[in-house]
């Protein structure tokens, strides 16, 4: 998504540069460039836009869309505005306040994890405020956490990232209702068995907030995910009195209420849970008629009061909603196919016949002294005393009609020179893509699954090994070893699968130690997300899972990484053509650069783009297609 910092999107945000990365969207810096905004021109804003990569995914664009209709609702001092939103076929963004700052995370690390009870109290407080605006407007915001709070110089918080909000309305309870969201050392109990949420749920998330930001700990923790998850549902933290003795018992009850179990035992509103902070703000010295136990379905805990006077702090009326920005009319998708061939003919056309007087010097180079006036005769008879854009629109014609013209060296039709060199290079691309799945894919899977293990760390080493070596210098090291020492293969190429697979293997060695990272990083993305926690809490089998979801989501990746290869391995085989000696297009383009034959170099441009534009139409077709699906828990464990 780089390639928007530059870019203005419907004519008012001009993208200045990339401030975040999520796993759903990337937010950038953006200055309103254009009066008639929502906002005055000249304005700093922060723009998410959703991930190219997932346009195609119904179920991050449906929480995209979630999170732009959920926050429209909301006006409130401690949630980050939003100003505008646009949903459409080719983009997806919010335009939002750009608040400067640095998250509670980040305010947390700095101090060790742990912070004083007025600085909880201080910020607990506003993070209570914001929740309860947003669920008098019916969001639940199901991901409440410190990396997504923002906290000013002027110690005020602004609530952001709404991105699995949930809007508490019929039509989206029974749809999103089972599926476990969040991260997962702040979710609720019934988020990690993927159970219906409501206000409640974000009442827990603030309580563990609480418990870290007094303890300098998480109330659960443990290297596999799913292990934290089941501590969610099933275990006791240890006592927040314990951990921080200096903590006022006030505010521990608090706290553990707010991290009761069952929801019925925790606060019942985010109001409820601000009145027992300012109870305690009054005086520190309160006590609560509330006690952490291991609760049972059965055991319910009747609402607490204090023992001394408390303030009530009188509820807020809901806001009147502010008005929906319409999103804004996109223009009809046109295909680029043609303007891009197009252009890529011109501009070669033009660097290959601006050195015109080259080429005929060259032609009469080995002849000796030739007179001007042949010179001349020899530049009209092949077109080159004709305007530049003449030559050109002759020549674009003779294409069309299959004629690319004659090779200023032999003489020989280009179309036919290039077909009968087309041949070779296809079967060694298409060999060096099957070594390098054969290689890749496995070894990306098995470092995944044996993450920082001594396999893992080995095959790492091993893709670093090969990404840092030059294609030309494992090309020869091959060589040295295979054919000369080994004398498995002959030392030139051919045409056959034996004179072909050094060759390729050069080829997909580079290659195969860049996918290998790809591959595992994106299995481990996928791994940790919250729906793979959620299943295996539920008791389905990991390799169940593993099979008929991670590596299906795997297709994608493999679809993307493997289209671009074509191009890159049919505009970049020059080099080991000419090693191994393999009359193909590369050795030919090669041989046309030096002699200036620029005929078969325009021939070489054009087909290559050509076939490299049709593989990417080819590749977006086959990912939208491969659209994946929401995934959805039932009660039977299945999906």
């Not at 723009?47 to 609702?73: G, P």
């Not at 005393?385 to 009609?401: E, I, Q």
């Not at 095959?459 to 070596?469: D, E, P, Q, V, Y």
Request: with cysteine.
């Amino acid at each position: 998504m780089d390639n928007l910092i530059g870019k203005t999107l419907d004519g008012l945000y001009t993208i200045q540069e990339l401030i975040g990365a999520g796993g759903m969207a990337n937010v950038y810096k953006a200055v309103v460039s254009a009066p008639g905004g929502p906002v005055p021109e000249g304005t700093v804003v922060a723009v998410k836009v959703l991930r190219q990569e997932l346009m195609h995914d119904a179920d991050l664009v449906r929480r995209f869309k979630n999170e732009s209709k959920a926050i429209s609702l909301l006006n409130h001092p401690n949630i980050v505005k939003v100003y505008d939103v646009s949903v459409s076929e080719n983009l997806q963004y919010i335009v939002m306040e750009c608040v400067e700052g640095m998250t509670l995370r980040e305010y947390l690390n700095e101090r060790g994890g742990k912070i004083t009870s007025r600085e909880t109290v201080h910020f607990i407080a506003q993070i209570l405020r914001a929740l309860d605006h947003a669920h008098r407007n019916g969001v639940v915001h199901r991901d409440i956490k410190p990396q997504n709070i923002m906290l000013l110089d002027n110690g005020q918080l602004r609530m952001m990232d709404f991105g699995i909000a949930r809007i508490s309305r019929a039509e989206n309870q029974i749809q999103n209702g089972k599926k476990a969201m969040g991260s997962v050392h702040y979710i609720s109990p019934e988020q990690a068995k993927g159970e219906e949420t409501d206000p409640k749920s974000d009442i827990y998330s603030v309580g563990v907030m609480m418990y870290e930001m007094l303890s300098g700990r998480l109330p659960f923790d443990a290297d596999d995910m799913v292990e934290v998850a089941r501590k969610q549902i099933r275990d006791t933290p240890k006592p927040l009195a314990e951990l921080a003795p200096d903590v006022p018992l006030g505010l521990v009850q608090i706290t553990e209420r707010a991290m009761a179990k069952l929801p019925v035992n925790r606060y019942s509103s985010a109001a409820e849970m601000l009145g027992a902070l300012d109870a305690y703000v009054q005086d520190p010295s309160v006590t609560f008629q509330y006690q952490y136990v291991k609760e049972e379905p059965e055991k319910v805990v009747n609402d607490p009061m204090p023992q001394k006077r408390s303030i009530r702090r009188p509820p807020e009326k809901p806001a009147a909603n502010p008005a929906r920005p319409k999103a804004r009319a996109k223009k009809k998708k046109r295909s680029a196919f043609m303007p891009v061939l197009l252009g890529i003919t011109f501009f070669t056309f033009v660097l290959m016949q601006l050195p015109a007087d080259d080429t005929v010097d060259m032609m009469y180079k080995a002849s000796g002294a030739v007179s001007e006036t042949v010179k001349a005769a020899a530049r009209a008879e092949l077109g080159l005393d004709r305007p530049l854009l003449v030559r050109y629109l002759d020549w674009l014609l003779a294409v069309c009609s299959g004629d690319m013209g004659r090779s200023y060296i032999s003489g020989t039709p280009v179309t036919a020179l290039f077909v009968a060199k087309l041949q070779p290079t296809l079967y060694l691309t298409a060999l060096a893509l099957l070594l390098t799945a054969c290689i890749s894919v496995p070894l990306g899977i098995v470092a995944a699954l044996r993450h920082n293990r001594c396999c893992d760390h080995l095959i790492r080493c091993c893709a670093f090994l090969g990404n840092s070596l030059p294609g030309f210098f494992i090309a020869l090291l091959l060589l040295y070893c295979f054919a000369l020492k080994l004398n498995f293969f002959t030392v030139l190429g051919g045409s056959g699968f034996g004179g072909l697979l050094l060759p390729a293997l050069a080829l997909a060695i580079p290659m195969s130690a860049k996918y290998i990272r790809h591959i595992r990083s994106n299995i481990l993305e996928e791994i940790n997300r919250d729906y793979v926690a959620g299943a295996l809490v539920r008791g389905i089998p990991k390799a169940t899972v593993f099979r008929r979801f991670i590596l299906r989501s795997l297709g994608s990746t493999l679809i993307t990484l493997f289209s671009l290869s074509v191009g890159s391995l049919l505009g970049g085989t020059a080099i080991i053509e000419m090693i191994f000696m393999i009359d193909g297009i590369g050795k030919m383009a090669m041989d046309a650069i030096l002699m200036r034959d620029y005929p078969v170099v325009q021939a070489y441009v054009v087909w290559t783009a050509l076939i490299f534009t049709c593989v990417n139409l080819v590749t977006d077709l086959l990912l939208h297609q491969l659209e994946p699906q929401a995934r959805q828990f039932t009660k039977g464990g299945g999906w």
